[in-house]
């Protein structure tokens, strides 16, 4: 499977600051897809991005596919205490789909 | 519709018993796959079906046995249980390969 890195895997944000995450690749990826896993719950299936440079937004938040196809990004504009969980991205291949091992923030009110 | 349902929700074993974590969708998802969830370690594939009486293995296979003789059901067997397998387990399918997966809601298993 292709492999992908999120660093760190906490970030503690205020309530209304902006957040950004990313997922990076060594290698050329064919797609990439994020889910959020909220706490004591399963991953959610948020978006999958296809194209360089490909941008999807979701209300308050953009997700960002790298022009070389080896980074993505998400970023969550004034983030909310509904945001709080757990972000993965993934990127599969050959019928595997690999995980990284995602970013858990937390929001303080 | 149900979409992805994992029985037992929980469960705890002795070590050397065997035991099938049971997965069942209705949305007619050819792709099914099991993961695993340990702190730190992400969600890591365990097996994965493209379709009916089709199997692979994924990343970490050893000690997991699935098959998939229908569409709708993929049930993981654990051999012979041990305490390396104390773990959340997914089971998660999709329409086919390539797209977002549905998950389950997961099972936890605890190995004495």
């Known amino acids: 499977g292709q492999q992908v890195m999120q660093i760190p895997q906490y970030q503690h944000v205020q309530e209304g600051e902006d957040f950004t995450t990313y997922c990076n690749s060594s290698t050329t990826l064919s797609n990439i897809q994020w889910y959020k896993q909220r706490p004591g719950g399963h991953p959610v299936f948020l978006i999958q991005l296809v194209k360089s440079g490909e941008v999807k937004k979701q209300k308050r938040l953009t997700f960002q596919f790298g022009e070389a196809k080896k980074n993505s990004s998400l970023h969550i504009t004034a983030t909310q205490t509904t945001d709080v969980g757990t972000y993965f991205c993934?990127?599969?291949?050959?019928?595997?789909?690999?995980f990284g091992k995602g970013i858990t923030l937390s929001v303080r009110p | 519709n149900a979409g992805v349902t994992q029985t037992p929700k929980f469960q705890v074993l002795k070590t050397g018993q065997s035991m099938t974590l049971q997965c069942a969708q209705d949305?007619?998802?050819?792709?099914m796959s099991w993961y695993r969830q340990d702190p730190g370690m992400g969600l890591r594939l365990i097996h994965y079906s493209v379709g009916a009486g089709i199997t692979d293995q994924g990343e970490v296979p050893n000690g997991y046995n699935v098959s998939r003789s229908t569409t709708e059901d993929f049930p993981l067997r654990l051999l012979s249980a041990a305490p390396s397998q104390t773990s959340v387990y997914f089971c998660a399918s999709s329409i086919q390969w390539g797209v977002g997966l549905f998950f389950g809601e997961g099972s936890r298993l605890t190995v004495l």
């Open positions: 949305m007619n998802h050819e792709y």
């Open positions: 993934a990127a599969g291949a050959n019928s595997k789909l690999t």
